[in-house]
């Protein structure tokens, strides 16, 4: 089972920028890496999922914001978080493993979330 611990998260002003780092621990890397999001109040939802061999599919209120990228050999995924808004606002989960099916990502492992906030 693999292990995540995602770190990087703080208060930034709007506009600003973040990189989130989730490192993985385990017996295996997994195929898919990702991210997630959980506002204030309300489900945690998909952010940007990323494949091994490169490939990327982004949530729509983060296209051309946010970056996924990852290092396989370092076990580790990251999010750029760019042109911050307070509504990007939430805790961040980092996942890994299952599929992506119909512009959604379903995960088998999650780590602990690590909390973004953004001042107007």
């Known amino acids: 089972q693999v292990h995540l611990v995602e770190s990087g998260g703080g208060l930034v002003q709007a506009g600003g920028s973040l990189r989130l780092s989730c490192a993985a621990s385990?017996?295996?890397?997994?195929?898919?890496v990702g991210w997630f999001r959980q506002p204030p109040g309300k489900q945690r939802d998909f952010v940007a999922v990323a494949w091994t061999g490169g490939d990327m599919r982004y949530a729509d209120s983060v296209k051309g914001r946010f970056t996924i990228s990852r290092d396989n050999a370092k076990n580790t995924v990251y999010l750029q978080l760019n042109s911050l808004k307070p509504d990007d606002t939430a805790v961040y989960y980092c996942?890994?493993?299952?599929?992506?099916?119909?512009?959604?990502?379903?995960?088998?492992?999650w780590g602990q979330g690590t909390q973004v906030t953004v001042s107007s």
């Open positions: 996942a890994a493993g299952g599929r992506y099916s119909g512009s959604y990502y379903y995960p088998t492992a």
């Open positions: 385990g017996p295996t890397f997994m195929y898919l």
